[in-house]
């Protein structure tokens, strides 16, 4: 068995791995707010899934988000 300085040691590294793939693989980072993280992913040109995102957030309809969506895109710019 693991002591608590062994295990949280090791879940510190598993940690710090998961946010170097994230970073590489371009995702949105798990620190940032879902507002914050609708607006990267309009940055990186991933409309859709922003879109979706801001469904699962506030359990709107399409046309709703979309609409949400876009005009964040615009504040953007």
């Known amino acids: 068995m693991f002591d608590n300085n062994r295990l949280e040691a090791r879940i510190d590294r598993l940690e710090r791995k998961l946010d ?3 970073k590489h693989l371009g995702l ?3 620190d940032l707010t ?3 993280e609708i607006d990267e992913l309009i ?3 991933k409309k ?3 879109i ?3 469904r699962d957030l506030t359990g709107c309809g399409l046309r ?3 609409d949400a969506v876009e005009a964040r895109e615009r504040h953007l710019r």
């Open 43 to 45: 940055r990186q040109g």
């Open 52 to 54: 979706k995102v801001y």
């Open 20 to 22: 170097l793939i994230i």
């Open 28 to 30: 949105p980072s798990q």
């Open 34 to 36: 879902p507002h914050e």
């Open 64 to 66: 709703e988000a979309k």
């Open 48 to 50: 859709i899934h922003a």
